[in-house]
Each structure stands twice: as C-alpha cells, then as structure tokens.
C-alpha cells in the first residue's frame, strides 16, 4: 500500500509541475512588508454559498493554485493568512480572504502538495 501512496504522491508532484509549465501565471506573495516573487500559481474561479444570520449569498471568488512547497518568506514555509496579498503583473492585486465554512485556503490535492488559496481583487 506504501508503494502505491509513494507512485500517488509522485503523480500529484508531476501534474502540479505540469500545471505550473503551461496554465500558470506569476505572482508575487506578500505578508506584512515581506515579499516572495517568482511563485507559479493556476488561477481558478469558484462559487461558494455562504449562510449567515439566515441568509444565504452567493460568493465567486478567485482562488490560486500554489505550490505548498514555493510559499517560504523568511526561510520559513507558510501557511496561507486571510490579509495576505497575490500580486499578479503590476498592480492586479488580490488579498486572502476567509470564506464562512472553509477558511482562507484548503489542499487542492489529497497528498498535501497543492493549496487552494482564496482571494478577492482588492487593486487593479
């Protein structure tokens, strides 16, 4: 069974690096005056039915596909934070949001390689 998980697992790593060949866009990553440029994102759109005080909205939001492993400011690997920023081009600005019921980003991939990072335009 550790054998097939391991072949999962190298799938997963190769169809992320496929996606970041040939569907990707480059962003920057940004959280409070730090910066990481260069990182290959895939950009997807997606709709989420938010229920709150009874109501229930429909929200379309921008989410980016990233690597796990290309998200380290500081020497340090992190996890996605609602108020952190994508940068696409010069000023396409998108910043991560909390969704009620799903957080700010979720894993794209059941291997833990790939994060879904939700995102809403904030400049442009």
Known sequence: MARDANRMS?????LA??????????VTYSRSGSSLGGISATI??????VEQDGMVTAWEIREYLVAATSLVLDGVQIAPQVGDRMT??????????DVPGQGCWQ???????VRQIHTKRVGA
């Open 10 to 14: 190298e799938a997963v790593a190769k």
């Open 17 to 26: 690096g496929v996606f970041a060949d040939h569907v990707s866009v480059t």
């Open 44 to 49: 997807s759109v997606s709709r989420y039915d």
């Open 88 to 97: 696409q081009g010069a000023d396409d600005v998108y910043e991560v949001l």
């Open 107 to 113: 894993w794209a991939d059941g291997m833990s390689n």
